[in-house]
């Protein structure tokens, strides 16, 4: 157990619709990183958080937005859904200047 | 930009037996570091080892250790004595150089599927 958690496991929805992915980071971690994993892209970074603050955007799409509240945790909000949108999309935490990224256990994103 | 190339896309090993997985990196910047993790069949992603390029010494983590050859570009995995738990994919990343800005993502190989054969 990583100590980082992700809600929901699964996630099965529609094209066209919204959905929000949940990351809690481990106790004391500041940087939340966000990854998407499919088939066709393999594992790209999305998009990272600091204590709040956007640090950095890889290639994260127009229709997907992502903040970290003053808890730290983190949500992804994935929009206007299609049938690419499927993936697994993972967490991932650090402390501030560590070298290791600790991952989620992911959210599978199915959309039909 | 930095990219990572693993050219194996599966591999076979027999339970005890040593395998190394390959790792090859490109960048041009002069601090990096270069990372490990393992991905069972049920998904999650397990960090294993992480080498930087300052190290002088190779990493080794339990029965995993990090071949890295600087000169070469190369940072491959070496697990000895492969157990049926090795069963997975392993993916090959490294973490961009420090932004300025607390930035440490990490761009990733495409993996390589090792098998575990009893």
């Known amino acids: 157990d990583s100590g980082v958690t992700q809600t929901p496991k699964h996630l099965i929805t529609a094209t066209g619709q919204r959905v929000t992915l949940r990351c809690s980071p481990r106790s004391g971690d500041l940087s939340v990183y966000w990854y998407q994993q499919s088939l066709d892209q393999g594992l790209q970074f999305l998009i990272q958080y600091y204590n709040g603050e956007e640090r950095a955007k890889g290639n994260i799409l127009e229709r997907f937005s992502a903040q970290q509240f003053p808890d730290l945790h983190s949500e992804l909000n994935l929009s206007s859904l299609e049938l690419g949108d499927s993936a697994l999309y993972f967490c991932?935490?650090?402390?501030?200047?560590?070298?290791?990224?600790?991952f989620g256990p992911g959210t599978r994103l199915t959309v039909l | 930009a930095q990219k990572i190339t693993q050219t194996q896309p599966g591999m076979f090993v027999q339970e005890k037996e040593a395998v190394t997985l390959d790792c090859t990196y490109d960048?041009?910047?002069?601090?990096?570091?270069l990372f490990w993790y393992k991905q069972p069949s049920s998904g999650e992603m397990i960090f294993l080892i992480y080498q930087g390029s300052y190290d002088q010494q190779n990493a080794t983590e339990g029965h995993y250790s990090l071949n890295f050859q600087k000169a070469r570009k190369s940072a491959n995995l070496v697990i000895s004595a492969s157990q049926l738990g090795d069963s997975a994919m392993y993916f090959c990343a490294m973490r961009a150089a420090y932004s300025g800005a607390g930035s440490y993502q990490l761009t990733f190989g495409k993996g390589t599927k090792l098998s575990v054969i009893p």
């Open positions: 991932a935490s650090s402390r501030g200047g560590s070298n290791e990224q600790f």
């Open positions: 960048t041009s910047d002069p601090s990096y570091g």
